[in-house]
């Protein structure tokens, strides 16, 4: 029921093929490399290569540490720093909730109270299904509107438990609607081929991917937008 | 005037005629109007304003300050009153177009107030009780112009500060403008603003930075974020100011990673300058070079402070250096830097523009100007509101804000950020004013006020101020970092009704401890929270303990990640995924590459 410190296995394995492993660092290096800032840190990077991959494997680490000619320990030691950084690979979905006092005082805990058995968490971190990656979030900034949560980056404000629940379950309901469409995306190599893996197998077998799953999840070709 | 000006200002004002040749809807998006579901609102008008024919203007603009009032929608039509539509969802968005844009006539009973004119049932902005007592400066374009556009925020007398200081003035004149104008920090130390920069001033380093401070990690402060996501280019303009002033090379505005709204406005807005000869190595065609970048910080309140600003622009952990050195003497890479609140630079153009007497006369003697208070919690009117020094707590939770919308009574405010204090009903006549708040041991911080009702139990919400702090604690300082902890343990189990004897005193022990032995603020003010809420609401406290408490605390559910540096479950990334890691590891070249500043 709590959060799992490391992927389950299956993804762990999917994630330490090579092809897999290839494209991560070639996305991180890209993503690095576009900084849109001159000046140009350890920080800058790690934030770059998060926005783009929603986590930091080791090979965004090693990328991070060959740009910026340090070692691995150092931008560990950065990266793990700060909290929004996350070394373990997310679920489909990010859901964040603020507990600032705001938030607080206006009913944040009751929304956690009840929004986390309904996804089957004790605490924030990722439910089972592989949809959901729930987080507390120190303070999102819209005190105005408070309690506020945030659905994949969009702001929502005047919270309730119902609304909550009505937000995640929408989001659950995306990936539904999604799969067909992203299957036949997936046919042609897309920039989200590697990251959307667990959603591009058939939609009636959703148990453990197999083999012949991989050879097309894992394709390491990157869009040529640059 | 500056020949690159000229040009500007008539381009500018062709443009803002063109503007208001046509129906102009501007809607608050941004962060703000998006929490209240403003991007529904912006689809649906554009939607419907396509389907319609209508040839008008749709803008996405930051919000006002009226937040209760998101989505907002602000409609002019040539000829007609500007009209201010509040709280419209995408099912009134047919009427509102239909009949006022296309028709002319306003919908008045969807209508919030009418701007600049009179319309019959409708009462006026400034009649609204959120804009009473309003001075409005820095937050002046604040939901009037797109926050990117350039030429908008010129034809509202932008940049004309700029020009005068480069054409009229000479940094000294400049600085002492700024001293005789009495402008303090607004970050919370409210440190003359003329004299921080004439230290910059006096040190010849042909590197030096200006850094403009936009973490805005407190919880209840919204000010900063919402100038940038509103009107980016009166930050940009006072930073350049400001650089002339004391003759710094580069600016940087420090902003924290996540909502990119007022990132990315940051960011258009600087490229504009940059494509008009405004940034870069001539600014307005004058031999002044200054350059203005953006940096991203991880989530990290302590990256506030000044020296861990620095620390974390560098790209490394976001902890407080040692001072002296000062950062005017060995700031950022080493170079002489001076850190500013996003507010405090941005009442500069407004200062330079219209001269220092005319800010100095806003405002009690001390406090010059306006302060921006962010109001939040049990009150009818949330929102941002910019009123002159000198007016009282209770004016401004009362009058502006409306007081509890459910009519009850306001039990305390929370000023100052997870490390001020609670101010108790019976203080709400306290003056807004630097010297008269510290004198009574308030704080007014950056600005969140965050008003709590008769419901609401003290004890709680100090828990959760000290969650926060001893979360964000960023470990340098074993007495913060150990205090902070313990302090939670002590008041989770008074929570809980589990107190041991002598609770209240040991947490005042550690508190001695922490002010005693911290480098910087978090640590030092860290027992601010529970001294203040047991000066005021002591009784609570001792109910709480003794097991007779009234108001019903639940559990706290806080976040996994206790420690700063260790991953839940005390397992630390290095040691669940670096021995995987460090087999791969090649050697890099060092020195190639390496992290520093573009120009230093």
Sequence with gaps: MTSKPNAPASETSEHDSDEAREAIRLRARRAIARQPARTVTILSSLLAAQDELGWLPSEAIAEVAGRNSATANTVWGIASFYPNFRFTEPNRHKVELCWGPTCHVLGAQVVLRGLLPHLGLAAEGETDDGAISLKLNTCLGVCAHAPAMSFDDELSGHMDLELAIRLVEHLKAEDEEAKPIRDAADASPGAEAVQDRAESEPADAPSPPDPGADETTADPVEPTDD | ?600
């Excluded at chain 2, 008539?10 to 929490?35: C, D, Q, Y």
């Design chain 2, 1 to 600: 005037m500056t020949e690159v000006f000229e040009r500007l200002l008539a381009a500018a004002t062709g443009r803002w005629a063109e503007l208001n040749a046509l129906p102009w809807v501007r809607v608050s998006t941004g962060m703000m109007g998006a929490a209240a579901g403003a991007r529904d609102t912006l689809d649906a008008l554009r939607d419907h304003i396509a389907r319609s024919g209508i040839q008008a203007t749709v803008s996405e603009v930051g919000t006002s300050g009226l937040c209760y009032a998101e989505p907002l929608v602000d409609i002019v039509v040539p000829g007609g009153p500007r009209v201010l539509y509040a709280n419209v969802g995408p099912e009134t968005v047919p009427e509102i177009v239909e009949r006022h844009i296309l028709n002319g006539e306003p919908v008045v009973p969807l209508a919030l107030a009418s701007v600049d004119a009179d319309v019959p049932g409708l009462p006026r902005r400034e009649q609204l009780p959120m804009m009473q007592h309003q001075v409005r400066i820095a937050l002046r374009n604040a939901g009037e112009i797109e926050p990117a556009d350039l030429y908008q925020y010129i034809a509202r007398g932008g940049f004309a500060g700029l020009d005068k200081a480069l054409g009229e003035m000479d940094p000294q004149k400049v600085i002492q403008e700024i001293k005789d104008s009495g402008l303090r920090g607004r970050g919370g130390a409210a440190f003359p603003t003329g004299l921080k920069w004439s230290f910059l001033s006096g040190n010849p380093s042909p590197v030096k930075y200006i850094l403009c401070n936009c973490e805005e990690g407190d919880p209840g402060a919204f000010n900063d974020k919402t100038i940038l996501d509103a009107d980016p280019f009166t930050l940009i303009e006072g930073c350049i100011i400001a650089g002339f002033a004391a003759g710094a090379s580069n600016g940087i505005v420090f902003i924290r990673h996540g909502n990119d709204s007022p990132i990315d406005r940051t960011r258009a807005a600087l490229s504009a300058c940059y494509a008009n000869g405004i940034l870069g190595r001539r600014v307005m065609g004058t031999d002044f070079a200054f350059d203005i970048e953006v940096s991203l910080v991880g989530e990290s309140y302590v990256a506030g402070e000044e020296t861990a600003l620095m620390e974390a622009v560098e790209g490394k952990r976001a902890m407080p250096r040692f001072r002296p050195p000062f950062p005017a003497a060995y700031g950022v890479w080493g170079k002489p830097s001076n850190i500013n609140n996003i507010k405090t630079i941005s009442y500069v153009p407004e200062i330079i523009r219209r001269g220092a007497g005319w800010f100095a006369g806003i405002g009690t003697e001390k406090s010059n100007g306006t302060a921006i208070a962010c109001l939040s919690g049990d009150i009818r009117y949330p929102g941002l509101v910019e009123v002159p020094f000198g007016l009282t707590m209770r004016q401004i939770v009362e009058e502006l804000g409306g007081g509890d919308p459910a009519g009850k009574a306001v039990k305390f405010l929370q000023t100052g950020g997870p490390l001020g204090g609670l101010l108790p009903a019976s203080e709400l006549d306290m003056i807004l004013d630097f010297d008269a708040m510290a004198a009574a041991g308030a704080m007014f911080g950056s600005g969140g006020l965050i008003v709590c009702n008769e419901t609401r139990s003290v004890v709680d919400l100090v828990r959760n101020l000290i969650a926060f702090d001893q979360m964000e604690s960023c470990g340098k300082c074993f007495p913060c970092r150990l205090g902070t902890s313990h302090m939670l343990e002590v008041l989770d189990r008074i929570c809980a009704g589990a107190a041991h004897e002598g609770d209240l005193a040991l947490m005042a022990r550690i508190g001695e401890n922490m002010r005693a032995g911290s480098l910087c603020g978090h640590g030092q003010l860290g027992y601010n929270p529970v001294d203040s809420a047991l000066r005021s609401f002591g009784d609570e406290f001792t109910a709480q303990i003794a097991g007779s408490g009234v108001l019903l605390i639940e559990p706290f559910i806080g976040p996994r990640v206790t420690l700063r540096g260790a991953q839940a479950d005390g397992e630390t990334p290095t040691a669940s995924v670096k021995n995987d890691f460090v087999l791969q590891l090649t050697p890099v070249s060092v020195g190639a590459g390496k992290a520093r500043p573009a120009d230093g």
